[in-house]
């Protein structure tokens, strides 16, 4: 198999396995819907938090009430789903008899419980953090070695968070002391710039076009972006291009890397393109940058 095929399947994996986290936040998050917890209360997602040492904590979902706060680390897997505890290893067997192992949940869960518990003393809240591992794909199976670890299957959730208000009967926070951790909770986000593995020369240069699917290259002619392979014009295939090139290679963009980006020959004619599109500028002259916006699309 040649490298690239090997980076194209490896490319699927990682997009099937964002889906599939992405469906899973998705369950849990209609499972919530079904119930109420009766007084004021977060239910937060994606945190993402450095520790004091620069390391990153990508949380999946938080219960945050007036009694406790939950850490849920959320798992949409297949396969009879196995732990040995005193190798932290975690893993699934396939139908096929093939085994696969995962990083161990518990002791990821378990290092967000620690960070947590140390944001919230250092704001004085006084709160107990408690972990579990929700499954939300149904054709999971859990074997014995899961048992009284703290991990179920979605559809346990109400009962789960039952047994935690009766574990903590007492609230441990009133309702504007819960509101000013949830804002320094908030506030203590860290969203990182996911990491670029993908070469500048490995990627199909161009305004691709929309209607083909984007196989076709399209030529700026007119004001106007036409492709000759189904002869449509689209002023907004540009756009199409910069998400991908601020996604893919950088944010950043100069005139010439436009250039060579889009195919377009004159520095002049790039130069009002760039202008027209309201992108932001750093430098002047031949060493001026343009800002791809996040939204550029919106533009």
């Given at each position: 198999m040649?490298?690239?095929?090997?980076?194209?399947?490896?490319?699927?994996?990682?997009?099937?396995?964002?889906?599939?986290?992405?469906?899973?936040?998705?369950?849990?998050?209609?499972?919530?819907?079904?119930?109420?917890?009766?007084?004021?209360?977060?239910?937060?997602?994606?945190?993402?938090?450095?520790?004091?040492?620069?390391?990153?904590?990508?949380?999946?979902?938080?219960?945050?009430?007036?009694h406790f706060l939950l850490i849920l680390e959320i798992k949409h897997i297949t396969g009879q789903l196995f732990y040995k505890p005193g190798h932290h290893e975690f893993g699934r067997i396939r139908q096929n008899g093939t085994k696969e192992n995962f990083s161990d949940p518990f002791e990821q869960a378990y290092r967000h419980k620690l960070l947590l518990e140390d944001m919230l003393c250092s704001w004085g809240t006084n709160l107990p953090?408690?972990?579990?591992?929700?499954?939300?794909?149904?054709?999971?199976?859990?074997?014995?070695?899961?048992?009284?670890?703290?991990?179920f299957h979605v559809s346990g959730l109400r009962r789960s968070l039952h047994q935690l208000f009766a574990k903590y009967p007492e609230a441990r926070l009133t309702e504007p002391a819960l509101e000013k951790a949830g804002e320094q909770l908030l506030g203590a986000i860290q969203r990182t710039t996911p990491k670029r593995r993908v070469a500048l020369d490995r990627l199909k240069k161009g305004v691709l076009c929309p209607s083909c699917d984007f196989q076709a290259a399209m030529h700026y002619t007119a004001g106007n972006w036409h492709c000759s392979a189904c002869n449509k014009r689209d002023k907004k295939a540009l756009?199409?291009?910069?998400?991908?090139?601020?996604?893919?290679?950088?944010?950043?963009?100069?005139?010439?890397?436009?250039r060579d980006f889009t195919g377009i020959d004159s520095i002049q004619v790039a130069s009002k393109i760039l202008s027209r599109l309201g992108f932001e500028k750093v430098g002047d002259k031949r060493g001026r940058v343009y800002i791809i916006p996040e939204d550029c699309r919106k533009e």
């Open positions: 040649h490298r690239t095929d090997e980076e194209l399947l490896d490319y699927h994996a990682r997009l099937a396995n964002l889906e599939a986290g992405f469906y899973g936040e998705q369950r849990s998050d209609r499972e919530f819907a079904d119930f109420t917890i009766p007084h004021k209360h977060y239910l937060l997602h994606n945190l993402e938090l450095l520790n004091p040492q620069g390391f990153p904590h990508q949380i999946d979902s938080v219960v945050f009430t007036l953090v408690e972990y579990a591992v929700i499954i939300t794909n149904q054709n999971a199976m859990l074997d014995s070695s899961l048992q009284g670890l703290p991990i756009l199409h291009a910069l998400e991908d090139y601020r996604l893919l290679v950088s944010e950043r963009i100069t005139n010439k890397e436009f």
